[in-house]
């Protein structure tokens, strides 16, 4: 039986009461439960704990999200049957959607729903057939459907009009084989195969001038996760080719960066820097408390007591606006810089078993006399609100100067605490990221940047 066939879905009553309890998580949880007792009646494996722990992780957050792509007859479809097999991952095909049987205006829509039926959401999807143009592939984007990988086989056009001619198609199972590029195993399916369906042979070039018209547009849509594979080449290297691309470089795409490091180590600095040049949303943990405090909203009128008194914010309330942020489209699409969180091992481990892992880890480095210098000659305009500091920015004027007031956090026994607070708590946040970067923030601020930036694109 091909479980792949059978999508698991969320009984639309069930949806509702979901959202309307705000238990989402807790019925995606039911269902991953459902889907492991299942996976464990198919396969009976032998070691059923390793079994499932194996399966936990590859039904958790970093599923395969794989686009493949290409013109007619270069072997599209049988690289992405091979592949989701392989992944485990739902194959979703425009021809197993119906595509070519619905409008064009509710295509995306059409795939949309597929991938967000559950067994797509935690077994991850390798999709092929759609898009077929630029501006397919933008609304998907904009609707949050977002692959890892995206893949372009491409082939010189003799080789796929060749190609057309020596198909052969298995009328049990709708796979295509070819008479030379890909013969079944199985002498079997091998004696039943038919000649595929004739297309003319101006049917085939109009499908390839489509394709050309859109090969452009749709590889820049994606190109951040564009992988190009000729095609022209055997089978099998192709398809091991297609699957070194996705299996080494997941996770890395999107970064998701957390900065950690004593006060006055350069976070917020590094951060808006970072999110400058990268395009990646700048995540201040503090500045997100306030604004959400400052919002009106339930969570916010939570927050907000603490805030003026100056208590810390409990973890549960903290994690919950920090996942509301993180799990808003800019922050998914382009990934994000977080700092001010986690502060103490249990907020770190809070973060590593939610959904938004970081996937880059910072330590900024500093003396604890480097900090102390750097924050309390740090001061205010209480006019204009601008910040200066006594070295590194002074003042424009000694009138500005005159008025300048230090806030009570930046003065010396503050400064002092939140120190010793950080290298408290510094040796556990270490153990629960042992592959964190640690970098020399006793520099100016734009080699320190440059020492980021290096191991940003490192890898
Ligand atoms: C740091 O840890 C020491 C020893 O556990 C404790 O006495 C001290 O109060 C802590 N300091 C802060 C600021 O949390």
């Avoid at 070039?205 to 994606?222: D, I, M, N, P, W």
Wanted: hydrophobic share 35%.
């Amino acid at each position: 039986m091909d479980e792949t066939e059978k999508p698991v879905r969320v009984p639309p009553q069930m949806s509702v009461y979901a959202d309307r309890h705000n238990v989402t998580h807790l019925v995606q949880c039911v269902f991953v439960f459902q889907m492991l007792v299942s996976d464990l009646l198919i396969h009976q494996p032998d070691d059923p704990i390793s079994f499932l722990m194996d399966e936990l992780q590859r039904i958790s957050v970093d599923v395969p999200r794989v686009l493949l792509f290409g013109p007619p007859a270069v072997g599209k479809n049988t690289v992405a049957k091979r592949l989701s097999a392989e992944l485990r991952a739902v194959l979703v095909t425009a021809d197993t959607l119906l595509l070519d049987q619905s409008e064009p205006s509710s295509q995306t829509e059409q795939v949309l729903q597929r991938l967000k039926e559950m067994d797509c959401i935690h077994r991850g999807w390798v999709l092929v057939g759609f898009p077929q143009t630029r501006l397919q592939a933008l609304s998907l984007q904009q609707l949050g459907v977002l692959p890892e990988h995206v893949v372009l086989l491409e082939a010189p056009d003799d080789v796929l009009l060749q190609r057309f001619q020596g198909r052969q198609v298995d009328h049990l199972t709708g796979d295509v084989y070819h008479q030379t590029f890909i013969r079944p195993d199985d002498d079997v399916i091998a004696n039943r195969l038919e000649e595929g369906r004739g297309l003319s042979e101006e049917q085939r070039l109009a499908k390839l001038q489509c394709f050309h018209r859109e090969v452009t547009g749709l590889s820049s849509a994606y190109q951040h996760v564009l992988k190009v594979i000729n095609g022209d080449q055997p089978h099998a290297d192709v398809y091991q080719q297609v699957l070194a691309f996705v299996q080494t470089c997941r996770r890395s795409i999107t970064p998701r960066i957390l900065l950690l490091g004593p006060p006055g180590s350069g976070k917020s600095h590094q951060a808006q820097l970072l999110s400058n040049k990268y395009k990646l949303v700048d995540v201040c943990c503090g500045c997100l408390l306030r604004s959400v405090a400052a919002d009106g909203s339930t969570v916010g009128e939570q927050i907000q007591p603490y805030l003026e008194s100056g208590h810390p914010v409990p973890d549960s309330l903290v994690l919950q606006v920090l996942q509301e942020r993180l799990s808003q489209m800019d922050c998914s699409c382009r990934g994000w810089i977080l700092h001010g969180f986690p502060s103490e091992l249990q907020q770190a481990k809070n973060l590593q078993e939610s959904q938004y892992q970081p996937n880059r880890v910072f330590f900024l480095e500093v003396t604890d006399e480097v900090c102390l210098e750097r924050i309390t000659l740090r001061a205010t305009d209480p006019i204009s609100g601008q910040r200066f500091h006594a070295v590194a920015q002074p003042a424009p004027n000694s009138e500005v100067q005159d008025r300048l007031q230090t806030r009570p956090e930046d003065r010396t026994p503050a400064v002092e605490h939140s120190l010793e607070q950080y290298w408290n708590h510094s040796a556990a946040l270490q153990s629960v990221y042992p592959d964190a970067v640690h970098i020399d923030a006793d520099q100016d601020p734009h080699s320190v940047f440059e020492a980021l930036e290096s191991k940003l694109t490192a890898d």
